[in-house]
């Protein structure tokens, strides 16, 4: 491979055949980070070594950029078509562009077996375009490679199956490492890890677990090859069968890859032993688990000293947890810090040993009351970095129904644009907004409607508070991207609840806009 030319960033394919070409966007995540003020600080000498000039989030390249690219994947095949098996995870690409003219490329369909699919695409200006993952033989798992001859653009990664609806932004980076500090593999459970390579050289890979046996590393998921421009799916559940939590660090010893873990959990059998009853843990039980859902989540990574979430709530059918993993060799000593929407409740102090996890159960805890909202920051005190989520599972009494998770946030900005908005008769849509500064801030809520960007609401928030946007509140039913813009940085958390029946629960950040 040549050599990169000055100005481009080698981590990066200079060009794709057929593609558009890809225009670095290293200057934008740092001035990004620099307008959030939260450039991770350096671990201490205790904490293990992480890739320098790791892109802790995905970011849209600035409005005059050339191109961006972006990176997706865990998702099944939709050659199928609605109202037919389609597979357990559906999936389909959304393109919001928040530009003042239309953005045209090429979404490269990368299937798991089988030869990919280039699909020319335009996206009109303030608007969206959805590009449903499919293939002519059909694959039983998908990517997809989104080149954009302009700035300022979103990409999500959807699916939409009879389990429910999630999404998360697709990656704009390529990593040697990606870390999951949650999983389970059941009778009614599996988790795939979907390694993508966007890159013109071959990648290899190993897989290591944490699990209730302890540090597991199999020798099937050692020296995986993951082709040039090739995507490749890993089963946990061929060789780590029947664990209740599994954490998992994927490494690449050559190249680099985006990785992606598709959580599924089917409806437990009539009759069967169910996670959480005393008949589980009786010595001959394969107990399963007691609610279904999906859910997808793009791997962080890197681990980070500190990790924020806008949204939370816990109680009344829905159980919260916040799941941190520590994969480097010392322990990390953690404060987790909650702000509630009512009241407050102090910080709770917890350590995390040398590849070890551990959870802060929010029921379980009587400082976080149930049915209040909260944001939530987790802290390392001793500089040793971490991995952490907060997920959810919902169930009667809730009006909800189905599985959520989602990485902790590591970057504030002031303007987020969101692919996809789903608060329709089916589902609630809720924009949470976490101020992490000492300074109150104004925020206004535009929604893209094909034509320009429509403000529909405006919320202050204050320093070290959350506020939300209640999206049903302000519409109606839509369907269609929005721009959140403040006056200061921000995190700004996308969830959507399936209602009515619907199941489905949909956990994300936004994309910062350079």
Not at 103 to 125: E, F, K, R
Not at 130 to 145: F, K, L, S, T
Not at 221 to 242: C, E, T, Y
Not at 435 to 457: E, K, M
Request: net charge negative.
């Amino acid at each position: 491979m040549a050599d990169p030319r000055p100005g481009e960033d080698p981590s990066r394919p200079l060009h794709r055949s057929g593609s558009a070409a890809r225009a670095p966007i290293l200057v934008v995540l740092v001035g990004a980070l620099i307008l959030g003020g939260l450039i991770d600080r350096a671990p201490g000498a205790a904490a293990p070594a992480v890739v320098s000039s790791v892109q802790p989030v995905p970011v849209a390249a600035p409005a005059q950029a050339l191109s961006s690219s972006w990176f997706c994947a865990g998702a099944t095949d939709d050659h199928l078509g609605a109202g037919a098996d389609r597979g357990v995870a559906p999936g389909a690409v959304v393109i919001a562009n928040s530009g003042s003219a239309a953005a045209t490329g090429v979404v490269t369909l990368v299937p798991s077996v089988g030869s990919q699919v280039q699909i020319p695409v335009s996206v009109g200006a303030d608007g969206q375009t959805v590009i449903n993952e499919d293939v002519p033989a059909g694959a039983a798992w998908i990517g997809a490679i989104v080149d954009i001859n302009a700035g300022g653009v979103a990409v999500e990664q959807r699916i939409d199956g009879s389990l429910g609806e999630t999404s998360a932004p697709c990656a704009t980076a390529g990593s040697s490492q990606w870390y999951f500090p949650t999983g389970a593999t059941l009778v009614n459970a599996a988790v795939v890890i979907s390694l993508l390579n966007p890159y013109p050289t071959d990648a290899v890979v190993d897989m290591s677990f944490t699990t209730a046996e302890g540090l597991e590393q199999p020798q099937e998921f050692q020296a995986v090859l993951v082709p040039r421009d090739g995507l490749v799916s890993v089963n946990l559940g061929d060789h780590l069968r029947r664990r209740q939590a599994i954490a998992t660090t994927v490494t690449a010893r050559s190249g680099r890859v985006v990785a992606w873990k598709t959580d599924v959990v089917t409806p437990p059998a009539s009759g069967a032993v169910l996670l959480g009853t005393p008949a589980a843990s009786a010595p001959l039980a394969d107990p399963a688990a007691p609610i279904p859902g999906v859910t997808l989540t793009l791997g962080e990574p890197a681990p980070a000293t500190e990790w924020t979430w806008a949204d939370g709530v816990a109680g009344d059918g829905v159980d919260e947890q916040y799941v941190i993993y520590n994969p480097g060799p010392a322990t990390a000593q953690l404060r987790l810090s909650l702000d509630l929407q009512q009241g407050e409740a102090e910080p709770f102090d917890l350590s995390v040993g040398p590849y070890q996890v551990n959870a802060v159960v929010s029921s379980e805890e009587v400082r976080i009351p149930p049915g209040v909202s909260h944001s939530a920051i987790l802290q390392s005190i001793n500089g040793v970095p971490v991995v952490a989520e907060r997920t959810i599972s919902a169930t009667s009494p809730s009006a909800w129904s189905g599985l959520g998770e989602l990485p902790g946030g590591q970057l504030a900005a002031d303007r987020w644009l969101v692919a996809t908005d789903p608060a329709n008769s089916h589902y609630d849509g809720t924009v949470v907004l976490y101020n992490p500064g000492s300074v109150t801030i104004q925020a206004i809520l535009a929604g893209l409607d094909g034509r320009a960007q429509v403000p529909l609401s405006t919320i202050t928030v204050g320093p070290g508070r959350r506020a939300a946007f209640a999206l049903d509140d302000l519409r109606g039913v839509v369907d269609e991207p929005f721009v959140v813009s403040a006056s200061g940085p921000v995190y700004v958390e996308s969830d959507y609840y399936g209602i009515n029946g619907t199941p489905g629960i949909s956990l994300s950040f936004g994309v910062p806009l350079s």
